[in-house]
């Protein structure tokens, strides 16, 4: 999968920049939910799946819970799917999406890495972009299989940011920047790291499947690939000057401008199987 992301998306970047903290970090979820790179990817997570009605499914760190509200459409009235994430006033937003639907769906508070399931409750187990921000990806990997029902499937779906790359001529600010993007994410090799994490959990037939998400829009990467602070990390240890940095952003923008602005991240969607 390798997209150009060529919609307007000015009043969504106006979004992000100007709202409050939890009301910001809600439209970012959106505004990569709704990138056609995102929703494919989504879509090929739930094929995955490979849901049936009355199935039992859990959306592990769900959210805007819109994942959860998608998936009740396979499971159907005699299935459940459960959004879990560790955020009450996440939770409280999806459940606000939720509402007067009639969807056989909850949303219960816990940490992936401590969850307040019995072994073997679930059909199948869904996870994206959650085991980045986690300080023991291995515990969440074993909660999962825990969780889940023998034969049932598991598809993670997470970036390497060691894989962020962006066109730019000065070469070594590039470096130093994307390096403090790196390392400013709890997790940042998780892409690479899925599927050893689900041998050692004990999954069987695992496949991998990369995607790389292109964005030609330079206010866009900046805003989604959080550049600015990791610029400013990058300054901060003194691996780049105050006049790199404003030359830096100064050429991203006058490349958007001149339609010459690339950038690019791979993911990695990864399924197993509980034997
Ligand atoms: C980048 S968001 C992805 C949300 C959702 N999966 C999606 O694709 O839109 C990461 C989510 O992980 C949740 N999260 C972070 N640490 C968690 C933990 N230890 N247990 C459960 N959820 C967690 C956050 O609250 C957030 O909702």
């Given at each position: 999968?390798?997209?150009?992301?060529?919609?307007?998306?000015?009043?969504?970047?106006?979004?992000?920049?100007?709202?409050?903290?939890?009301?910001?970090?809600?439209?970012?979820?959106?505004?990569?939910?709704?990138?056609?790179?995102?929703?494919?990817?989504?879509?090929?997570?739930?094929?995955?799946?490979?849901?049936?009605?009355?199935?039992?499914?859990?959306?592990?760190?769900?959210?805007?819970?819109?994942?959860?509200?998608?998936?009740?459409?396979?499971?159907?009235?005699?299935?459940?799917?459960?959004?879990?994430?560790?955020?009450?006033?996440?939770?409280?937003?999806?459940?606000?999406?939720?509402?007067?639907?009639?969807?056989?769906?909850?949303?219960?508070?816990?940490?992936?890495?401590?969850?307040?399931?019995?072994?073997?409750?679930?059909?199948?187990?869904?996870?994206?972009?959650?085991?980045?921000?986690?300080?023991?990806?291995?515990?969440?990997?074993?909660?999962?299989?825990?969780?889940?029902?023998?034969?049932?499937?598991?598809?993670?779906?997470?970036?390497?940011?060691?894989?962020?790359?962006?066109?730019?001529?000065?070469?070594?600010?590039?470096?130093?920047?994307?390096?403090?993007?790196?390392?400013?994410?709890?997790?940042?090799?998780?892409?690479?790291?899925?599927?050893?994490?689900?041998?050692?959990?004990?999954?069987?037939?695992?496949?991998?499947?990369?995607?790389?998400?292109?964005?030609?829009?330079?206010?866009?990467?900046?805003?989604?690939?959080?550049?600015?602070?990791?610029?400013?990390?990058?300054?901060?240890?003194?691996?780049?000057?105050?006049?790199?940095?404003?030359?830096?952003?100064?050429?991203?923008?006058?490349r958007h401008q001149e339609q010459r602005f690339f950038s690019a991240v791979t993911a990695f969607t990864v399924c197993g199987r509980k034997l």
């Open positions: 999968m390798g997209n150009r992301e060529d919609e307007k998306i000015e009043d969504k970047i106006a979004a992000l920049n100007g709202l409050a903290s939890h009301e910001r970090w809600m439209a970012y979820l959106d505004t990569v939910a709704q990138l056609p790179y995102m929703t494919a990817v989504k879509q090929q997570i739930t094929e995955l799946l490979e849901l049936h009605p009355g199935d039992s499914v859990l959306d592990a760190a769900c959210g805007t819970g819109d994942d959860v509200q998608a998936m009740a459409a396979y499971v159907g009235p005699t299935g459940r799917v459960v959004g879990l994430d560790i955020h009450e006033k996440t939770l409280i937003e999806a459940r606000q999406r939720a509402e007067g639907l009639g969807l056989p769906i909850e949303f219960v508070r816990g940490d992936v890495q401590q969850m307040p399931f019995a072994d073997d409750t679930f059909t199948c187990c869904r996870s994206e972009r959650m085991l980045q921000h986690l300080p023991d990806p291995r515990r969440a990997l074993s909660e999962l299989a825990r969780v889940t029902q023998p034969g049932g499937r598991i598809v993670l779906y997470d970036t390497d940011w060691e894989t962020l790359i962006v066109d730019a001529s000065d070469a070594d600010t590039t470096r130093a920047i994307l390096h403090a993007k790196r390392a400013d994410v709890r997790q940042g090799w998780i892409g690479r790291q899925l599927m050893a994490l689900m041998r050692e959990a004990s999954l069987h037939d695992i496949t991998v499947i990369p995607s790389t998400l292109i964005l030609t829009d330079g206010p866009l990467a900046i805003a989604l690939h959080e550049l600015r602070p990791a610029a400013t990390l990058a300054l901060q240890h003194g691996e780049i000057t105050q006049a790199q940095h404003d030359a830096w952003f100064a050429e991203l923008l006058l």
